[in-house]
């Protein structure tokens, strides 16, 4: 029925529907993807149908829900998941919270991720939705894992299947990872092990290695003086220069869901396996390890193709485009 799911293949829409999934705690590129997103909003290339949190860390969802709001759109739902699978802790969350996101529900009363995921999907027209997890798998495991509900008779699995144009995940690292794995596979490595053999429609994968080598937030001093995006870049940094700059691991999985490969990546399909069955056990290696097989398939791989000093440049100015709306 539909042709995405014997192979891969991906051409953005021109107003790209996404839901945004999210860790919001740990790392700060997630404040930066959500500023990139909004550019792509204010200028009609994309439409935020929910944000949801994947670890329950105590204000995510005001942190979440206050830069939506900041950037003119305060009544994109919210979502969080019930557990916390990151630490939990995170040197920005409570000041954007508190700053920002006073009209939002704590982590405890908010709606849960899994509520949020399958309204969106329910009410979104069928293959149309872009799905992006820059954090642990747990919500998507939770999703594909749902029954009928209120929003839709469908299961998890059918109602991806019907809905979903794509999964863009920032997760593993390609062709092989360390041997404890990547960050956003460990943290839910059960859910991974799931979601990898459970998803029914294709998976991008956006490795470890392909944000890692972009900097951005050094020209955060050109955003409006009270974003709170240029706010959490300074906390994370500890720097009110202007010139600390992180990683992009969250910002070029958001810039992929809109723009596509376009010449900045080049896209190689092929299969993930990661270590929780043991089937490819070394003693010292965790269960969160991954490999890379390329052929041919339903998922595939970004590979670093321009320079990343020209994708950052790009990722930078996209920031300071995002700009507040009343
Ligand atoms: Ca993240």
């Known amino acids: 029925m539909n042709e995405i799911k014997s192979g891969f293949s991906y051409v953005p829409d021109k107003t790209v529907k996404i839901i945004f999934d999210t860790d919001m705690d740990t790392d700060v590129d997630d404040t930066g993807a959500l500023a990139v997103l909004y550019?792509?909003?204010q200028?009609?290339?994309?439409?935020?149908?929910a944000t949801v949190g994947s670890c329950n860390s105590g204000c995510a969802v005001k942190c979440i829900g206050g830069i939506n709001a900041y950037y003119g759109f305060p009544n994109v739902p919210v979502g969080i998941s019930p557990h916390c699978p990151s630490s939990g802790k995170?040197?920005?969350q409570s000041v954007i919270a508190e700053k920002y996101g006073k009209d939002y529900p704590d982590d405890k009363s908010a709606r849960s991720a899994l509520e949020v995921y399958?309204?969106?999907l329910s009410s979104a027209e069928d293959n149309s939705v872009v799905i992006t997890v820059i954090g642990a798998l747990n919500n998507l495991h939770d999703l594909l894992?749902?029954?009928s509900d209120k929003y839709s008779p469908l299961n998890g699995i059918e109602l991806v299947?019907?809905?979903v144009k794509l999964c863009i995940i920032m997760g593993g690292r390609f062709p092989k990872s360390a041997p404890a794995g990547e960050y956003n596979i460990r943290l839910d490595v059960d859910a991974a092990y799931y979601v990898i053999h459970n998803c029914p429609v294709s998976i991008l994968w956006s490795g470890q290695e392909i944000g890692e080598v972009i900097f951005t937030g050094d020209k955060r001093g050109e955003m409006t003086e009270d974003d709170p995006v240029r706010l959490a870049y300074d906390i994370y940094g500890n720097d009110k220069t202007g010139t600390y700059k992180r990683q992009s691991w969250d910002l070029t999985t958001i810039m992929f869901a809109v723009e596509g490969a376009g010449d900045y990546w080049d896209i190689q399909t092929g299969s993930i396996e990661i270590n929780t069955e043991k089937k490819i056990l070394v003693s010292d290696y965790g269960p969160a390890?991954?490999?890379w097989t390329a052929g041919a398939g339903k998922?595939?791989?970004l590979v670093q193709k321009m320079e990343p000093e020209k994708i950052a440049d790009m990722l930078n100015e996209r920031m300071v485009r995002a700009k507040k709306q009343k």
């Open 299 to 301: 998922d595939a791989r």
């Open 289 to 291: 390890y991954n490999n």
């Open 39 to 41: 550019s792509y909003v």
């Open 43 to 49: 200028e009609g290339r994309a439409e935020v149908l």
């Open 161 to 163: 299947k019907q809905k």
């Open 90 to 92: 995170s040197p920005y």
């Open 145 to 147: 894992k749902s029954e």
């Open 118 to 120: 399958r309204e969106a």
